[in-house]
C-alpha cells in the first residue's frame, strides 16, 4: 500500500470517528430532552463560567448533567433538601452573551454556597414546584 492508501485511510477512520461522536452526542441529547424531568439550564457557582447543560429531577436530587458530554453521569448533584429558592432575576447584559435567549437567572442556594440557574420561566416554574412538592420536614425521610 502506497503513501496516499494509508493517507485516505487514516483520513476515513477519524471521519467515521468524528461523525460517530457527532451522532452520539446527538442521540445522548435527544434522550435527555425526551426523559421526564429535565430541562435545559446553564451553570455557575461561585465566580466560575457559565456551563451550558441540562438539568434533571430525580426523588431526591437535583442532577446537572454537562452539555457537551458523551458521559450518562450527572457532573453535579444537589440534595433536593439542602436547595434553597432565593428568586430569579433577569440577566445582565455581559450575562445575556452567555447564557441561552430568553433565560432567566435563578438564584438557589445550596449548602450555604450561591448557585446560579439560568433557565425559561416554564422550568423556573416546574423547579419551585418541585422544591415545594418534598416532604414535610419530620416526616418520612426528607431531612
Known amino acids: 500500500m502506497d503513501e496516499a492508501g494509508i493517507a485516505f485511510i487514516t483520513l476515513a477512520v477519524v471521519f467515521a470517528l ?13 434522550q435527555l430532552r425526551r426523559a421526564l424531568g429535565t430541562f435545559d ?12 447543560g441540562v438539568c434533571r429531577y430525580t426523588d431526591r436530587h437535583l442532577e ?12 453535579r448533584r444537589f440534595v ?3 436547595l434553597v429558592m432565593q428568586g430569579w432575576r433577569n440577566p ?17 442556594t445550596y449548602r450555604g454556597e450561591e448557585l446560579l440557574l439560568a ?5 423556573y416554574t416546574g423547579l419551585c414546584s418541585w422544591l415545594e412538592a418534598g416532604p ?3 416526616i418520612g425521610t426528607w431531612r
Open 136 to 138: 414535610v420536614i419530620g
Open 41 to 52: 439550564a446553564s451553570m455557575r457557582q461561585r465566580s466560575a463560567r457559565w456551563r451550558m
Open 64 to 75: 446537572w448533567l454537562r452539555l457537551f458530554s458523551l458521559s450518562p453521569r450527572p457532573r
Open 119 to 123: 433557565m425559561n420561566h416554564e422550568a
Open 80 to 82: 433536593r433538601s439542602s
Open 18 to 30: 468524528l461523525a460517530f461522536a457527532l451522532f452520539a452526542l446527538g442521540l445522548r441529547r435527544y
Open 92 to 108: 445582565t447584559e455581559s450575562e445575556r452573551v452567555k447564557i441561552q435567549p430568553g433565560a432567566i437567572i435563578v438564584m438557589l
